[in-house]
């Protein structure tokens, strides 16, 4: 008996010395005690609840989590990692700048407010308060330094618009899902518009109704994730809520009475066992054609055709826009999401998620008029394209439709375990994008003679086309481990494995024989095929509060890939906070890289492209492992690499209002471009190298006052903004061409500040807000500009005149009433005021000045920058801002 005495009294020493008491203080986002919020220990009946002034002490097992829970708040989860834990909760929907963010350390988490890096955390109702029909476009109207725009001239960029954080294009922005890696797009943009010559993820494929928040890390991030996290990280955090649901039904127009918007969007959540969860999101969508061509000059299209004035200005007379079509292209979508988990033990857990899409895409070439593609030239075109019959039977011309379809997804499934402190992440990642291209309305005009003398094209030519597409995919593992080793010192390190593939897909012979479809030609046999690599990387973070109020965070991360070699970076980073936490002094220095697309390395390509006073001329691109790179002497691709710099200041003087000022500088060695095109013995043809360097900096505000009370109602107000200081070339271009008008596009065709200046008032059932934003000044130097003589062909670029696109307010309003507790009706009204991009020519010196003063050369020149008048708003490269104007959008939530 006396042993078994012992024996229990061992047993309970052990069981209290692994127990731990836990004290703290919850707050809501104004720093109010909140009484009655239930504290309870994940996984049991042990419970507690805030007293008066929102205190509370627990008592727990050692490595346990706690959940805090309250009426109308979002629920947050804490590891028991300390004796003092203070919880801020947010209203459900709301941002929490307390919030624990899980981006930009490989450490134990930490709040926002505590973090030693500049992140915005966006909720899912900051989302979907813009009433924007996409993620990413919500993401223009809510993020100063993120920018995309849709492209007036779309092809295959009509599946996805070119994103970018800091003006630094799509490649240098990594974007996670749930914290890993997701998936490139296989497409890689090759028009001359902004983002040309890079790729990134399909961020529009994403459902907002399946996005719990969204943190952005504006500071280089190599060491932490690899590859990619030059301008920053977006990391997309999926719902995990398993009671409760909403299925959302959206419309939308514009005020010319196009763009018809429509669709629907379920999510819900439900257990799975005792222990589980799962959140699944079904989202189908269709937007219809927005047109928004120009009138077209008969003297500037007769020219650039050599067509005869009279028969260009009679058929102009009946088609002022020569049957153009640009603006927005139509677009169905259909998305599939889940988002799960599973408790095996108390110390081990099972992680999911997984998503499929599939988007359709139709948009159109420039219309191919009946002097540009001529009887003359072409007869058997009235039998295809002719309308009428018998000797009524006319031909004015015809357009060839660009139509993709897009199949994205990506999944991963994971393992979390706790022992003895130490937290192991464990998982694997897939993902893919690929792209189908169709061409309609089309013909192959090629003189392409069979074995009998005829011609296996012209008359013979089919009118459909399949001009192949791309493809690209990754698997990725992951292992991470961190502890907490004691109050002051959190180390963490892993490894990640990830392999690579792209394809090119071949088109139908039809498709690329001879000139190929017109419009749009496919790949080629030799320029098609699959090409795949594999990296390693492995890394170590240590994190160090040397005081409750100093931390330094150190990373180092070595990565080696099969096709290049390896790459070292590192990043340290520290803050300090005093004056009872109102003052947040941060800042961090690192090193980065971003590895070469498989893209870039190996597209090979024949691309239909506008050439200012020459209409639509057949150009390459040459790979860059080619044996034609090779006789040029263009050496291989390798690695970017990056130096970061930011140094911020984050201010909350009393609970309503808090300020965050961050300057950034990033230089950027071996900068990878597609250059001009040049005249080769293998064509007029452009391709990719390491040309030079850059440096881009700049500096990110984000402010906001909120909850001042007028009335029985809430006002709040928010200023954030993004002004660059400095995007340039600081070195001379290698290896490539690359003149003023790539030049423009890569550094100044993104608005150089922006800022954006909202107000929200609640007041019993409604809602409203109103949101301003101004986009800076964003300048081009177009194909084409050139002092007029008739006697003589364009020159490439002027370099007396630029392009400017004159800063611009866009306000969106937005009103939302609460009809039941479970019934929401919204309207918003986007860009009230009907603005549209607005561009001036810019004379650089006293010719540009003289040429301006002459109205022939300012018409001609407005020509050769707008493709005769078809692109009036935007220009033939792009905008700083959308061109469709109002648009009015209606939601009618339901939650279950």
């Known amino acids: 008996m006396k042993k078994i005495a012992l024996l229990l009294f061992l047993f309970n020493t052990v069981i209290i010395f692994a127990q731990q008491q836990v004290t703290g203080v919850v707050k809501d986002n104004t720093g ?107 993401l223009q109207y809510k993020i100063p330094s993120f920018n995309t725009v849709q492209t007036p001239v779309n092809d295959a960029t009509s599946l996805l618009d070119p994103y970018e954080i800091r003006n630094m294009g799509p490649s240098r922005t990594l974007i996670l899902i749930n914290g890993k890696r997701k998936n490139l797009s296989s497409l890689l943009y090759v028009q001359t518009s902004p983002g040309r010559g890079e790729t990134g993820a399909d961020i529009s494929a994403i459902p907002t109704d399946a996005i719990e928040r969204v943190e952005i890390l504006r500071d280089g991030a190599s060491a932490q994730y690899g590859s990619d996290a030059i301008a920053g990280v977006m990391n997309i955090i999926l719902k995990k809520n398993n009671t409760d649901g909403s299925l959302t039904v959206r419309s939308g127009i514009t005020s010319e009475g196009d763009g018809e918007m429509l669709g629907a969007s379920l999510n819900q959540g439900t257990t799975v066992g005792e222990k589980g969860f799962l959140n699944y999101t079904i989202d189908f969508s269709k937007v219809k054609m927005a047109n928004r061509p120009g009138n077209v000059d008969a003297e500037g299209d007769a020219g650039d055709f050599g067509a005869n004035l009279a028969d260009v200005q009679a058929f102009l007379a009946k088609h002022p826009d020569a049957g153009n079509i640009n603006g927005s292209p139509e677009t169905a979508a259909a998305k599939f999401l889940i988002n799960g988990g599973n408790d095996i033990s108390d ?32 007869p058997y075109l009235i039998d295809f394209f002719g309308k009428g ?18 199949f994205d997804y990506n999944g991963t499934l994971g393992f979390k375990n706790v022992k003895n402190g130490w937290n192991t992440d464990a998982s694997i990642t897939v993902g893919g994008n690929k792209q189908l291209y169709t061409v309609n309305n089309s013909v192959n005009r090629s003189a392409t003679l069979d074995e009998n003398g005829e011609n296996v094209y012209r008359e013979n030519s089919p009118i459909s086309f399949k001009p192949g597409g791309t493809s690209f995919n990754h698997v990725v593992g992951n292992i991470d481990i961190s502890k907490i080793v004691s109050d002051q010192i959190s180390i963490g390190f892993g490894s990640e494995f990830r392999s690579e593939n792209f394809e090119v897909i071949e088109g139908v012979k039809a498709s690329w024989d001879g000139t190929g479809a ?73 090193t980065g890289f971003r590895a070469p697309t498989l893209h870039q390395i190996y597209t090979q390509k024949s691309q239909y492209s506008f050439v200012a006073g020459q209409g639509i001329q057949v150009s390459g691109i040459i790979s860059n492992v080619s044996p034609q790179a090779r006789q040029l002497g263009i050496p291989s691709l390798s690695p970017e690499k990056s130096t970061n710099i930011t140094v911020g200041l984050g201010a909350k003087p009393f609970k309503n209002l808090n300020v965050t000022v961050d300057y950034y500088n990033i230089k950027v060695e071996d900068r990878i471009v597609l250059g001009d095109r040049q005249d080769t013995p293998f064509g007029n043809v452009a391709w990719f190298s390491n040309s030079f360097d850059s440096r881009t900096s700049g500096l990110d505000v984000v402010t906001s006052y909120n909850n001042i009370g007028i009335g029985e109602g809430k006002l709040g107000f928010n200023l954030s903004g993004n002004i660059t200081f400095q995007n340039e070339r600081i070195s001379p271009v290698t290896n490539n061409s690359f003149g003023p008008i790539l030049d423009a596009l890569t550094f100044t065709s993104r608005p150089k500040t922006k800022w954006i200046l909202g107000a929200n008032y609640e007041i019993g059932k ?47 309003l937005g009103i939302n009433f609460n009809a039941t507790e479970k019934f929401t009706i919204a309207l918003n009204v986007n860009n009230i005021f009907n603005v549209l991009p607005e561009w001036e020519f810019v004379a650089k010196n006293a010719d540009g000045q003289a040429l301006l003063a002459d109205p022939a050369e300012r018409k001609h020149q407005y020509n050769l920058l707008t493709f005769n008048g078809r692109y009036p708003t935007t220009s033939y490269d792009g905008s700083h801002f959308s061109q469709l104007g109002t648009m009015f959008n209606l939601s009618l939530n339901y939650k279950f």
């Open 32 to 138: 109010t005690p909140l009484p009655g919020v239930n504290i309870v220990e994940k996984g049991t009946t042990n419970g507690v609840s805030t007293d008066i002034d929102g205190s509370y002490k627990i008592t727990v097992k050692e490595g346990a989590s706690l959940i805090f829970t309250y009426v109308g708040y979002n629920s947050v989860t804490r590891l028991a990692n300390a004796s003092q834990i203070d919880v801020a909760l947010s209203e459900e929907g709301g941002q929490n700048l307390d919030e624990v963010v899980v981006t930009g350390s490989r450490t134990a988490a930490r709040s926002n407010t505590t973090s030693a890096l500049p992140i915005d955390v966006l909720s899912s109702k900051d989302l979907t308060s813009t009433g924007q029909a996409t993620f990413d476009k919500a």
């Open 347 to 378: 110390n081990t857990k099972l992680y999911y998620n997984a998503a499929y899409v599939y988007k359709k895409v139709k948009s159109f070439a420039n219309y191919r008029t009946p002097y540009w593609r001529t009887l003359a030239d072409d």
């Open 389 to 406: 019959t018998g000797a009524d039977r006319v031909y004015e011309g015809y357009v060839p439709t660009f139509e993709g379809d897009l």
């Open 518 to 590: 017109d419009s749009f030609a496919g790949n080629r046999p030799e320029n098609s095929g699959k090409w795949n690599r594999y990296n390693v990387g492995v890394y170590l973070d240590v994190a160090f509060d040397i005081t409750k109020d100093f931390l330094i965070n150190g990373t180092v991360r070595h990565e080696e890939y099969s096709d290049f070699g390896g790459a070292t970076v590192w990043k340290a980073s520290t803050r300090y906070k005093f004056l009872d936490d109102k003052i947040t002094l941060r800042g961090s220095v690192s």
């Open 766 to 812: 409604f809602g409203f807000s109103l949101n301003n934003t101004y986009f800076g000044e964003a300048s081009f130097h177009q194909d084409g500009i050139a002092t007029f003589d008739s006697s003589k062909p364009p020159t490439d670029y002027n370099p007396d005149l630029d392009t400017r696109f004159i800063p611009k307010v866009v306000t969106d």
